[in-house]
Nanobody
Framework: QLQLVESGGGLVQAGGSLRLSCAAS????????MGWYRQAPGKQRELVAR????????????NYADSVKGRFTISRDNVKNTVDLQMNSLKPEDTGVYYC??????????????WGQGTQVTVSS
């Protein structure tokens, strides 16, 4: 069972920056992808950014929600087993609980998903 622990949330003014970090209890290279999701009050959880984590690529392939492209950057550290989300030019609409997510697909094709407990990000206008 992979455990994920997020850190780095907080309160920031619009235009500011925050860096979220997700620490995995095992090697992230044993997973297929990791990412960040967020959930605003009254809204569904949505994908913010995702990065592939297989050992075939050193840095991984990334994809982002249109609303954060050019402002957020996801990265991984294969030694520390962490996945970070650098968030710049924050907007009030970025407010929400941010969750770290990991996906593992085993040889049978069965997919396992793991979630962190979430960290609050609040952007004031």
């Amino acid at each position: 069972q992979l455990q994920l622990v997020e850190s780095g949330g907080g309160l920031v003014q619009a235009g500011g920056s925050l860096r979220l970090s997700c620490a995995a209890s095992g090697s992230i290279l044993s997973t297929n992808a990791m990412g960040w999701y967020r959930q605003a009050p009254g809204k569904q959880r949505e994908l913010v950014a995702r990065i592939t984590t297989t050992a075939f690529t050193k840095y991984g392939f990334t994809n982002y929600a249109d609303s954060v492209k050019g402002r957020f950057t996801i990265s991984r550290d294969n030694v520390k087993n962490t996945v970070d989300l650098q968030m710049n030019s924050l907007k009030p609409e970025d407010t929400g609980v941010y969750y770290c997510h990991s996906m593992v697909v085993i040889s049978t094709g069965t997919k396992y998903e793991y979630w962190g407990q979430g960290t609050q990000v609040t952007v004031s206008s």
